[in-house]
């Protein structure tokens, strides 16, 4: 089996909506990425919401099972490798080289990125329905820089 370093694989921000397109690097600090904007600020932003993130993997397997999925297109800010479902979960701390943030909950998918899944079942990423096969929000604990291919560390 090849160990995959727990890193960075993507970075995405958008003006508002889906897909978020990539960048090389992203600031985030406490109120959230700059240069990304969210069109439903009742559902999305905010402190405890600043930032959004899933894991590769779970990409990996939605797109095996026939998918349309792609990174940014269920408006994540960050897409990392190297971690399992089962490693994140509310409380769970990420420590990047200079960012440090905490998970505060799953990140409900709505209608909006139904057009990353085969006849829009965006459910298929509920944390209701499937536990921890989900896009997580955090809340940022230490403002930083964050780059492609940065590592991080999961602490729970």
């Known amino acids: 089996m090849i160990e995959m370093k727990a890193s960075i694989l993507g970075l995405?921000?958008?003006?508002?909506?889906?897909?978020?397109?990539?960048?090389?690097?992203?600031?985030?600090?406490?109120?959230?990425?700059?240069?990304?904007?969210?069109?439903?600020?009742?559902?999305?932003?905010?402190?405890?919401?600043?930032?959004?993130?899933?894991?590769?993997?779970?990409?990996?397997?939605?797109?095996?099972?026939?998918?349309?999925?792609?990174?940014?297109?269920t408006g994540e800010n960050i897409l990392i490798g190297g971690s399992n479902v089962g490693e994140i979960s509310s409380g769970t701390v990420i420590k990047f080289s200079e960012l440090e943030i905490q998970i505060t909950q799953d990140a409900p998918p709505c209608k909006t990125i139904s057009e990353s899944f085969n006849h829009g079942e965006f459910t298929l990423i509920s944390h209701k329905k499937y536990p921890q096969f989900t896009r997580w929000y955090a809340r940022v604990l230490k403002p930083g820089t964050v780059s492609i291919d940065d590592e991080y560390k999961i602490i729970n």
């Open 12 to 73: 995405f921000v958008s003006q508002g909506g889906v897909p978020k397109l990539p960048v090389d690097s992203l600031s985030i600090d406490r109120s959230g990425c700059f240069g990304d904007k969210q069109n439903d600020l009742k559902h999305h932003g905010g402190e405890d919401k600043a930032v959004c993130i899933i894991q590769n993997s779970i990409i990996c397997d939605l797109q095996e099972k026939g998918h349309p999925i792609k990174p940014g297109s």
